[in-house]
């Protein structure tokens, strides 16, 4: 594979050239304002997913829902926002260092800064 993204850039560089900037609000992160999807502050509302009944999934933690949800978009859609949207590949376009640099942010984004 090439990825998009190695997990060695620094994690400006990483959402930007992964691509979720364009359908995502990322406070910290410029130019990521996109609307599309949920705003990623999971630090806010990861836990919430985890308890919600609709919820079907394999995650336990927060971090793992987040992995989880960007290689596979379909386990869970978040409600009010649109199924089949969110690119099914990245698991094939992003490494394991890239996923967990990307979790290990997102897991502490409490809301704008
Ligand atoms: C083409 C638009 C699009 C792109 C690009 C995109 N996403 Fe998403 N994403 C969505 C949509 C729409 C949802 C909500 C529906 C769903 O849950 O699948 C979502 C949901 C999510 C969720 C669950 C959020 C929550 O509040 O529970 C996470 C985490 C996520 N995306 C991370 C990413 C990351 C990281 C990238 C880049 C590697 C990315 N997305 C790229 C559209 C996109």
Redesign the pocket.
């Not at 992964?18 to 995502?24: D, E, L, M, R």
């Given at each position: 594979m090439v990825p998009?993204v190695t997990g060695e850039e620094p994690i400006q560089v990483l959402?930007v050239r992964?691509?979720?900037?364009?359908?995502?609000r990322?406070p910290g992160i410029a130019g990521a304002d996109?609307k599309?999807?949920?705003?990623?502050?999971?630090g806010k509302?990861?836990a919430a997913?985890l308890a919600d009944p609709q919820y079907r999934g394999q995650a336990q933690t927060v971090r793992e829902?987040?992995v989880e949800?960007?290689v596979s978009?379909?386990t869970?859609?978040?409600p009010g926002?649109?199924?089949?949207?969110?690119?099914a590949w990245?698991g094939r376009k992003?490494t394991a260092g890239a996923l967990d640099k990307?979790a290990a942010y997102?897991e502490l984004v409490m809301d704008e800064p």
């Open positions: 998009l959402f992964a691509g979720c900037v364009v359908c995502h990322i996109g599309v999807g949920p705003p990623l502050w999971l509302t990861g997913r829902y987040i949800s960007v978009p379909g869970y859609v978040v926002f649109p199924a089949d949207t969110m690119p990245y992003l990307i997102l």
